[in-house]
């Protein structure tokens, strides 16, 4: 809901700039004491702009996205540096209007070039907005610009010899896991950070999702491209279909592609976890079409030069398509996706994939390929911090190694993947 304000000070003060303006006449400024009770407002023109750091997301050099977390209605623009030159400005206004949100501004950069510093700020001021009845049009009060701290990421470089990347999965805002992990992915330094899906136990009010995705328990994601990816739990509750908004995936899909170094990595959406036509869903899920999309676009995906050339292909997607649910067939918790694993086995395989990297069980788990399971899986941990886990990924061009361990460090898992 809108913060409230005070909205004797917020007329007058419209009325007034409005007037400067040259846009309302003085008999609009008249006119506060018959304002109805009752007339719409948004916003405030007053208080902080920002309401924590900001995310970083795309995580491709042509798909960055800077969510910028704000604590009432506000609206501004970003500014932006390629290795250390001048500041120019990104604006979030397709059609000439600035974005009027609540909860995040969000920036697209244009395409930038790989393996460069990028610098960023963004300027931000609250915006309030009153329609009274009397009046033609709406009246509008700004607060005074506010700079954010300014802040570095690298953009990712598809040439580079090597990479490092770090993966969290099902950490379901439990707050003493995700400092863990930010700590870490801090000393990992990686050219990206990939969050495997459940970020959150379900999305109910779109005024907690900004501390839910892009400032996870005040975190900083700021400084690493982040490439997202959705779980099962974040396509549930009233303010689910917003998610993009406090996401900034390529295109807004929750299915993408891109590639940091030998690693051309998948980024694919199993949505949810049970049949569309599962009573649990009450008639709003339809994910079998989408699911059924991703083969047709992993093909495609896999023809192109980029993709090919790549020495490793890695699938990453929140529920597994392989985990030992195939040993304990008794197990009544939906343990992988069979319908993904049928539609998108094939394309994979064709396209080369070696490992895929997933969550979702709660149960972490290295599974080798072999048996009648064509592709390793690997499995992260649960979202308490006994039983979570951190999986970082290391590759030059003959190696990509992986590692799963605690959150104190115990290693779990290694596994070597040969190129080609
Ligand atoms: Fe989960
Ligand atoms: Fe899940």
Request: net charge negative.
């Amino acid at each position: 809901m809108p913060e409230k304000l005070d909205r004797r000070a917020f007329l007058t003060a419209s009325a007034g700039s409005l007037a400067a303006a040259g846009t309302a006449s003085a008999q609009d400024a008249e006119t506060e004491a018959e304002v109805p009770e009752g007339a719409f407002t948004a916003g405030s023109d007053d208080g902080p702009a920002f309401a924590g750091p900001p995310a970083v997301s795309g995580p491709s050099p042509e798909s960055m996205v800077v969510l910028q977390p704000v604590s009432r209605f506000a609206t501004g623009y970003l500014e932006y540096s390629v290795d250390g030159g001048a500041f120019r400005r990104a604006e979030a206004a397709p059609a000439g209007l600035r974005p009027f949100e609540e909860h995040v501004l969000k920036f697209e950069l244009p395409p930038l070039p790989p393996g460069k510093e990028i610098a960023y700020r963004t300027v931000a001021h609250s915006v309030g907005w009153t329609r009274v009845r009397q009046f033609y049009h709406g009246q509008v009060a700004a607060g005074a610009p506010q700079t954010s701290e300014t802040r570095t990421f690298r953009t990712l470089d598809p040439g580079a010899a090597a990479t490092r990347f770090a993966v969290w999965n099902d950490t379901h805002e439990n707050a003493e896991t995700l400092a863990a992990l930010h700590a870490r992915t801090a000393e990992l330094s990686p050219d990206f950070l990939l969050w495997n899906g459940d970020q959150t136990n379900d999305l109910h009010f779109e005024g907690d999702m900004a501390a839910q995705l892009v400032a996870p328990a005040g975190l900083s994601l700021a400084g690493w491209p982040l490439a997202y990816v959705r779980g099962n739990h974040d396509v549930r509750g009233p303010a689910a279909k917003h998610l993009p908004r406090f996401t900034g995936t390529p295109g807004d899909r929750f299915h993408y592609a891109f590639r940091s170094g030998p690693v051309a990595a998948l980024v694919m959406d199993t949505g949810e976890d049970k049949p569309d036509d599962s009573v649990y869903f009450g008639g709003m899920a339809a994910f079998q079409p989408m699911q059924r999309r991703q083969a047709e676009w992993l093909r495609q995906v896999a023809r192109e030069p980029w993709f090919r050339s790549a020495p490793f292909k890695v699938m990453f997607c929140h529920i597994p398509l392989y985990s030992r649910r195939d040993i304990f067939p008794q197990h009544r918790r939906w343990e992988h996706h069979t319908f993904c694993r049928e539609q998108w086995e094939a394309a994979l395989l064709d396209a080369g994939v070696k490992l895929i990297v997933s969550g979702h069980t709660h149960a972490q788990e290295w599974r080798p390929a072999g048996d009648g399971q064509p592709i390793a899986q690997l499995i992260g941990g649960a979202p308490q911090p006994r039983w979570a886990t951190f999986i970082k990924g290391v590759a030059t061009n003959d190696k990509l190694e992986v590692q799963m361990s605690r959150l104190d460090g115990e290693v779990l898992a290694t596994a070597e993947i040969a190129a080609g």
